[in-house]
């Protein structure tokens, strides 16, 4: 059975930092793909950052180019979001989502973790 467990979030001031973290198991995490999803009330879940199996790819959303940095480790099986010059605009539910083949959407995600999320105060 596949679990994946983020943790890492909480309150912070805009401004600040958090780290979060993902920890998979009960996959074969090296051949996976993954990704950071947001959502936010009212809104859509959105992609945030993705990083491919071997980390030669990774991409964020515009709106965190130059604050967000995902990295994994796969020894390790977890993949982290460092979030950086947080905004009020960043407050949302965080997943960790995983996919055999890229990932762009929410569209065939494989599996998800439960959220952790991420309050920033003005």
């Known amino acids: 059975q596949v679990h994946m467990v983020e943790s890492g979030g909480g309150l912070v001031q805009a401004g600040g930092s958090l780290r979060l973290s993902c920890a998979a198991s009960?996959?074969?995490?090296?051949?996976?793909?993954m990704g950071w999803f947001r959502q936010a009330p009212g809104k859509e879940r959105e992609l945030v950052a993705r990083?491919?199996?071997?980390?030669?790819?990774?991409d964020y959303a515009d709106s965190v180019k130059g604050r967000f940095t995902i990295s994994r480790d796969n020894p390790k099986n977890t993949v982290y979001l460092q979030m950086s010059s947080l905004k009020p605009e960043d407050t949302a539910v965080y997943y960790c989502?995983?996919?055999?083949?890229?990932?762009?959407?929410?569209?065939?995600?494989?599996?998800w973790g439960k959220g952790t999320l991420v309050t920033v105060s003005s």
């Open positions: 990083i491919s199996v071997g980390s030669r790819i990774i």
């Open positions: 009960g996959l074969t995490f090296s051949t996976y793909a």
């Open positions: 989502a995983a996919k055999r083949g890229e990932i762009r959407t929410t569209n065939g995600i494989e599996y």
